[in-house]
């Protein structure tokens, strides 16, 4: 039956990301003449487990686009924008491929966000109230990748993100600004060390400063926390994206100007642990290798190891982590697997067996600040979002920050304390 709730047309287009590459974006209408949008982001350190985002021989979506216009929509006319779940799961019928490969992720996921914002609209909620229904809200504690390497820097360093961790702060708005504060202070220590033309940025707007050393990274990182008085408050994290630099024919890791073993990883990784804060280990080795996720994870306590391009937000791979003890850490990026409905299937599976979520952006993005709502919606335990300096990073804390101004929830960083 046709109400104000039905759609009334869906609409795909090419937009640009971050990094200026097409993307899409679906905008969906209802018959109430409501409307709202969905955009793909894109990641450049993808796992190969992902599911597939469609891309033109000349690097546009065009065809994803057709998918939308040709496929989706005539499918989902008509149909009540609030039955998110049935939607869903009619694009992954329509897609019929295990990888979503037919019609493409990035047209897929567009429209889930889409369908998720319109409903919110119609309903005169906030995407993450919509979203979460009675689940308990929270403020997520940022992860931010205040300095870039690996393939989003055109530095040497080999590991793509070095993060701070605000725990220790009353409140989202005082662990940023603090965050801030000490992002500032490591564009000053670039810019002493090395010249003020080191300052450049890498994709997720972190300065990359002209190094190939772990070490020297670190170091830059950790004295900008502590010139900044915060060493007993913020923490520090890493995302390797290992797949990046790991030889396959020769089974070792290509960084820091050398190769290490597997295992010299191993204690490479304990090091680090024992001289600096380190409460966050991303990707650590590459996307196969579930059994040396789970002995670091072992060796190192209490240091959250994360697996990204190891589940690919995929329930099928995460069973397997949870089998190994792979991680205690989840990454949720709904593009990799491509509905709303499966992204919120693997996070509940995550947070039902006690592994820390983190709802996370790509290094492709846009300025929608839809995952803000999406981690507050689910009550996660991170958000990871960049650096707080490039518009399609900040979008994503602003609204947190408005989320926490207007509706004074509570921030997740002293519960973190366990
Ligand atoms: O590896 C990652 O975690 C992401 C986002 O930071 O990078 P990309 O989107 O390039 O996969
Ligand atoms: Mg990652």
New binding site residues.
């Given amino acids: 039956m046709m109400n104000g709730f039905s759609i009334a047309r869906v609409h795909g287009y090419e937009i640009i990301d971050s990094r200026g590459n097409p993307t899409v974006r679906t905008r969906i209408t209802l018959e109430s003449g409501i409307r709202a949008t969905g955009d793909a982001?894109?990641?450049?350190?993808?796992?190969t487990r992902e599911a597939v985002e469609l891309r033109d021989r000349d690097g546009s979506v065009k065809e994803a686009v057709d998918s939308v216009n040709y496929y989706i929509s005539p499918a989902l006319s008509g149909l009540d924008v609030r039955e998110q779940t049935k939607i869903d799961e009619l694009m992954i019928e329509l897609d019929g491929t295990e990888n979503k490969s037919r019609l493409g992720a990035n047209a897929i996921i567009a429209t889930s966000i889409a369908v998720a914002k319109a409903a919110a609209m119609s309903l005169s909620m906030e995407p993450f109230m919509y979203i979460g229904g009675a689940r308990r809200h929270a403020l997520p504690v940022p992860l931010l990748?205040i300095l870039n390497g690996g393939?989003?820097a055109g530095n040497m360093l080999k590991i793509?993100?070095f993060m701070i961790i605000p725990v220790k702060f009353d409140s989202f708005k005082e662990a940023l600004m603090a965050s801030v504060r000490i992002y500032k202070s490591l564009k000053g220590l670039v810019a002493e060390r090395y010249g003020k033309v080191y300052t450049a940025l890498g994709?997720?707007g972190g300065i990359s400063p002209p190094l190939s050393v772990t070490e020297d990274a670190l170091n830059l990182v950790y004295t900008a926390i502590r010139n900044e008085g915060m060493e007993d408050r913020v923490y520090m994290g890493m995302?390797a994206?290992a797949s990046d630099f790991y030889n396959h024919e020769k089974g070792v890791y290509e960084i820091d100007n050398g190769t290490k073993t597997p295992d010299q990883m191993i204690d490479f990784y304990l090091d680090i642990a024992n001289r600096y804060p380190l409460l966050y280990l991303?990707?650590p080795f590459e996307e196969d290798d579930f059994k040396r996720f789970s002995e670091l994870q072992g060796r190192l306590g209490k240091v959250i190891v994360t697996g990204?391009?190891l589940y690919t937000t995929n329930v099928k791979y995460l069973k397997k982590g949870m089998e190994t003890k792979s991680t205690k850490g989840v990454?949720v990026?709904a593009n990799q697997i491509g509905t709303l409905t499966e992204t919120i299937q693997f996070f509940d599976m995550a947070k039902e067996n006690s592994i820390k979520t983190v709802v996370?952006?790509?290094?492709?993005e846009t300025e929608d600040y839809f995952i803000a709502d999406l981690s507050v919606a689910l009550n996660s335990d991170f958000i990871?979002t960049?650096a707080p300096s490039r518009g399609e990073r900040t979008s994503k804390y602003n609204r947190l920050l408005e989320i926490e101004n207007d509706h004074g929830l509570e921030y997740q960083g002293r519960k973190l304390l366990w």
């Fill in positions: 982001p894109s990641g450049a350190s993808k796992g990748n393939v989003h793509q993100e994709d997720e995302d994206a991303e990707d990204d391009d990454i990026k996370s952006h790509r290094s492709g990871k960049g």
